[in-house]
């Protein structure tokens, strides 16, 4: 019974909205057609924002994951540079 009070004022600011730009009165049919266009339409952006948000989170995993992968290299990279060192500082 709730959900009926809501949308039915919905509907009646959707017909307040809509009515002005129609030439003919549209029926309640089509006031629910286009209250349920509206509906879906929301729901779209709702999903659209949140796959844009799993986008960015993944972006942001995958960039990070890049960095710790660049900076192990470097860790592993170091013992043999300073082996490299110390072996050209004995021959002097």
Do not use: K, N
Not at 3 to 31: K, M, R, Y
Not at 41 to 57: C, F, S
Request: aromatic share 2%; no cysteine; proline share 4%.
């Amino acid at each position: 019974m709730h959900i009926q009070f809501l949308t039915a004022g919905l509907a009646d600011e959707l017909h307040l909205v809509i009515a002005p730009f129609s030439s003919a009165t549209p029926t309640p049919l089509a006031t629910i057609d286009q209250l349920i266009e509206v509906i879906a339409t929301e729901e779209a952006v709702r999903r659209g924002r949140h796959l844009r948000e799993v986008a960015q989170v993944q972006a942001a995993d995958a960039e990070r994951e890049g960095a710790q992968t660049a900076v192990h290299e470097e860790t592993t990279r170091l013992p043999d540079a300073l082996q490299v060192a110390r072996a050209l500082l004995a021959e002097e």
